[in-house]
């Protein structure tokens, strides 16, 4: 994917700095003024993803998520919005989370986030079977230490704690 190009690459910049900072009046300030050329772009979506993400407004945030994926459908993260924004939007929910991500595995399957989101998913359902083939399939993809680490963290996984923290 090209870089943006000046002018929208610099207030792209200015709202992932103003989002780090918190102020979501100037972050969002900064997107409104991308050209209407560009808001498709991947890294604008992904940036007003995190902006809806970090003000918890999961029904935009699935929108975002859903046009991530329709126009980018080659960038994981867009399908791993779509499943986390699924999960908490008003009408969402863990069977929708699942559903909206499933497809990812196969799509990518050198990510060990996918399935790492997969297995919460499916523990928080109480398919705890398939939450371990989920993260075994994570822990296959991904750094083994840095991937338990996190899953011993993750509330998500807590039906999986002692299985993972017998893994070493």
């Avoid at 610099?10 to 050209?35: C, T």
């Avoid at 979506?45 to 994926?69: F, I, N």
Wanted: charge should be negative; aromatic fraction near 10%.
């Amino acid at each position: 994917m090209e870089p943006l190009a000046p002018p929208d690459c610099h207030h792209l910049n200015a709202a992932q700095g103003w989002l780090g900072l918190g102020d979501f009046v100037e972050s969002q300030a900064e997107l409104a003024r991308i050209s209407a050329a560009n808001t498709g772009h991947f890294a604008v979506l992904d940036t007003r993803w995190q902006w809806c993400a970090a003000q918890r407004q999961w029904a935009e945030a699935y929108l975002v998520a859903e046009s991530c994926v329709r126009q980018h459908p080659d960038e994981a993260a867009g399908w791993i919005h779509l499943g986390y924004a699924a999960r908490r939007c008003p009408d969402g929910g863990l069977e929708l989370a699942r559903a909206r991500l499933g497809p990812a595995a196969d799509l990518f399957p050198g990510e060990p986030i996918v399935p790492y989101n997969l297995a919460c998913y499916a523990a928080q359902l109480g398919k705890l079977d398939e939450a371990w083939t989920w993260f075994e399939t994570a822990l296959a993809r991904g750094d083994l230490k840095s991937l338990r680490a996190m899953a011993l963290a993750d509330a998500d996984l807590q039906p999986l704690w002692p299985r993972i923290r017998a893994i070493s």
